[in-house]
């Protein structure tokens, strides 16, 4: 089963792309961006290590640079990155498996933040060294 939640991750990562520019600039948006972006991978990467409550907080983490991000982005893909990760970071871990299995709006939310964040770095997640 694991197996099948990392592959269908991995599907997604495929069709990653970001989002630049708004009223403070490239710079304020693209390290919004750049910032949560990090954490949502974290968060996937402690999904796929069955970590349901880790992946609670690093989605909770990515809360306020996602609302960051959509206040300078003039790209509505911000505020659909932030709808994703209100939605997961307001998912009780005891209900990530379930959700995952059957849920519209997981999947939805899931096409979302890989899509957007497929190529971007994690955040130190359980069991990784950061890169930095």
Do not use: W
Not at 34 to 58: H, I, K, M, P, W
Not at 120 to 130: C, H, V
Request: net charge negative.
């Amino acid at each position: 089963m694991r197996s099948i939640a990392a592959a269908s991750m991995v599907l997604v990562l495929a069709s990653a792309c970001s989002i630049g520019g708004g009223a403070d600039g490239p710079d304020a948006s693209q390290q919004a961006f750049d910032r949560t972006c990090a954490l949502v991978r974290s968060g996937v990467a402690a999904f796929n290590e069955n970590d349901y409550a880790e992946t609670v907080e690093r989605f909770e983490a990515a809360l306020e640079p996602a609302r960051d991000l959509a206040e300078v982005s003039d790209d509505e893909r911000a505020d659909d990155l932030l709808e994703a990760v209100e939605y997961y970071a307001a998912l009780p871990a005891e209900d990530y498996r379930e959700a995952f299995e059957s849920s519209p709006n997981f999947k939805r939310h899931q096409a979302t933040t890989l899509g957007q964040c497929g190529d971007a770095q994690p955040e130190d997640s359980p069991g990784q060294e950061s890169e930095a």
